[in-house]
């Protein structure tokens, strides 16, 4: 099993759309979490973090962490053309030294107009 | 804002060919990282420094070396360049709790 499985899509949805984009994670020593977005031919960027359970919002965006479950969500409101892009899911261990971020391959999103 | 510099953002070299890529950080990380992204294969780390003149082989070092003289600065080297290594290289500096910052990517083809 891997250690972070994310659907590779293609997802494609009607300007306006929600969008739920999501990853699910074997290590339960995972405790913080990360969205980021990639659009083509760029490097990705930090997008949201969250630390432990619970939800976080900024903007369109919210990212949501249920540890019992072992799955991340990001969810995009009123989403328009200009979120087209991928979206990879990163997490990593507290007190983890200096382990990498553990990312997801990533979600390509095309938001159509 | 954290800057990520990558010295080329495109790059095309023949087989055979020793490659140098460079990364130069400015916000003083101790953590350095170089991806290579592919499609279908997600971001596969090649190698990390989590100092100075300190290295870690991440996933897929196999064909590459790195080099980390000084803080800011952190290079990948393709000692003999195959095409196989045609990919988008990406550099990141960071701690892992509060995120990396990636740099714009080189795009290496190998002729």
């Known amino acids: 099993q891997k250690e972070v499985e994310q659907d590779p899509g293609p997802l494609s949805v009607p300007e306006g759309a929600i969008v739920s984009l999501n990853c699910t994670y074997s290590?339960?020593?995972?405790?913080?979490f990360m969205w980021y977005r990639q659009y083509s031919r760029k490097g990705p960027e930090l997008l949201m973090y969250?630390?432990?359970?619970g939800n976080k919002e900024d903007g369109r965006f919210t990212a949501q962490v249920d540890k019992s479950s072992k799955y991340i969500s990001l969810f995009i409101r009123d989403s328009q053309p200009s979120d087209s892009a991928t979206y990879l899911c990163?997490?990593?261990?507290?007190?983890?030294?200096?382990?990498?971020?553990?990312f997801g391959k990533g979600t390509r999103l095309s938001v159509i107009a | 804002d954290v800057k990520v510099t990558q010295s080329s953002r495109y790059l095309v070299k023949r087989t055979g060919e020793k490659v140098f890529l460079e990364c130069v950080q400015d916000?003083?990380?101790?953590?350095m990282f170089w991806y290579r992204q592919d499609p279908g294969l997600g971001l596969r780390l090649i190698y990390f420094?989590?100092?100075?003149?300190?290295?870690e082989k991440g996933d897929i070092p196999e064909g590459y070396s790195v080099s980390r003289e000084k803080k800011e600065r952190f290079s990948l080297i393709l000692e003999s360049a195959s095409t196989n290594q045609t990919s988008m290289y990406l550099c990141?500096?960071?701690?892992?709790?509060?995120?990396?910052?990636f740099g714009s990517g080189t795009r290496l083809t190998v002729v």
């Open positions: 990163a997490m990593g261990a507290r007190f983890s030294g200096n382990t990498p971020l553990v």
């Open positions: 916000m003083d990380h101790e953590n």
């Open positions: 290590n339960s020593a995972f405790q913080y």
């Open positions: 420094s989590y100092d100075v003149k300190m290295k």
């Open positions: 990141a500096s960071g701690q892992g709790a509060k995120g990396y910052t």
């Open positions: 969250t630390y432990s359970s």
